[in-house]
């Protein structure tokens, strides 16, 4: 069974600081990676994924991450974050059509 | 574009009734997963169809039921409440295959009194 991993629960931030967080996956094969954000009291919306490919990729909002098979790792990472950031970002893993597996979120707090 | 809606966005049942959620996925989908989101919590998978047919089954209680029919839409039937099943209740959808991506719906927030 896949699972996966997020080290920060909560992070809290100031504007124009960088952000990284972090997001581990357990499967053996061939697996699609996705990093969806919800913002407070709304539906999971997409930031990015990786199906194949250039590893480094880009999403929404200024928000890239980097997929290190080597590491079961999809990082997700911006360079300058804003007071609109503050959200809920899951990592969340998938194998070729069956349902996502999801992270334990990380409760983002950006101060203005 | 024509994005998953859920119906009704807001429900409020009193401990032992049942409640039925529904999900219309995005025309051309033919996959429809729920999730059920605690509060506080990530998002736990229920279970899944395709094509009609139950594809995956996650932590969804016996009291829960679902189905997807005909035009595709899917219902979610929640028996015998419990407080515990208070919850945002998300329907996703996606057109089967390698290289997809599940859409969301807006959830339906369900408070059990």
């Known amino acids: 069974a896949q699972s996966v991993s997020q080290h920060n629960h909560h992070v809290i931030l100031s504007e124009a600081a960088s952000l990284e967080l972090g997001c581990n996956y357990s499967?053996?094969?061939?697996?699609?990676l996705f990093w969806y954000v919800q913002y407070p009291g709304q539906h999971l919306q997409l930031l990015l994924k990786?199906?194949?490919?250039?590893?480094l990729v880009k999403g929404i909002k200024g928000f890239e991450a980097e997929f290190i098979k080597s590491k079961f790792s999809f990082n997700l990472r911006k360079p300058s974050v804003q007071w609109s950031d503050t959200a809920e970002y899951f990592c969340?893993?998938?194998?070729?059509?069956?349902?996502?597996?999801f992270g334990g979120g990380t409760r983002l707090m950006v101060k203005p | 574009a024509a994005g998953v809606i859920q119906s009704p966005r807001h429900l409020i049942k009193e401990k032992r009734e049942t409640a039925t959620l529904k999900c219309y996925p995005i025309?051309?989908?033919?996959?429809v997963y729920w999730y059920q989101q605690g509060p506080g919590q990530d998002p736990q998978f229920l279970i899944s169809f395709y094509e009609k047919m139950q594809s995956d089954k996650g932590s969804i209680p016996d009291r829960f039921s679902a189905q997807q029919f005909s035009d595709y839409h899917s219902e979610l039937n929640m028996s015998s409440l419990e407080l515990g099943d208070s919850a945002l209740y998300f329907c996703?959808?996606?057109?089967?295959?390698?290289?997809?991506?599940?859409?969301f719906g807006q959830g339906t927030r369900l408070t059990v009194v």
């Open positions: 025309p051309r989908h033919d996959t």
């Open positions: 990786y199906f194949s490919g250039d590893p």
């Open positions: 969340a893993v998938n194998n070729a059509g069956n349902m996502l597996t």
């Open positions: 499967y053996g094969g061939t697996v699609n």
């Open positions: 996703a959808s996606s057109s089967r295959g390698t290289n997809t991506e599940a859409f």
